[in-house]
């Protein structure tokens, strides 16, 4: 069975930093894609992040380009992303999500499997 399970949020300041984890199990990173998405109140899901299954293609938001890497840890079957220099518009619940071949990465409707999400505040 496909989970993702999402940690590391948390409450920052602006300026500093924070490495999510999507926990990954029932597929393998070397087949999925996975994305990254947040969700502020009242907004839709934003995409941030994705990276491919195979060949580990990157594509990044504007938003939060040069800011936000995503990486994978084979051994753990595990994606990060580490945001730094965080900003107050990047606050949100954060989700990863997976699916096979997506055709849109930053789009939701692409993927098929979600994690519950990781709160990310970042508050003076």
């Known amino acids: 069975q496909v989970q993702l399970v999402e940690s590391g949020g948390g409450l920052v300041q602006p300026g500093e930093s924070l490495r999510l984890s999507c926990a990954a199990s029932?597929?393998?990173?070397?087949?999925?894609?996975i994305g990254w998405f947040r969700q502020a109140p009242g907004d839709e899901r934003e995409g941030v992040s994705c990276?491919?299954?195979?060949?580990?293609?990157?594509i990044y938001a504007d938003s939060v380009k040069g800011r936000f890497t995503i990486s994978k840890d084979y051994a753990k079957n595990t994606v990060y992303l580490q945001m730094n220099s965080l900003k107050r518009e990047d606050t949100g619940i954060y989700y990863c999500?997976?699916?096979?071949?997506?055709?849109?990465?930053?789009?939701?409707?692409?993927?098929?499997?979600w994690g519950q999400g990781t709160q990310v505040t970042v508050s003076s």
């Open positions: 029932g597929f393998t990173l070397e087949t999925y894609d």
């Open positions: 990276i491919s299954g195979s060949e580990n293609v990157t």
């Open positions: 999500a997976t699916g096979a071949a997506v055709a849109a990465p930053l789009l939701s409707v692409s993927y098929e499997y």
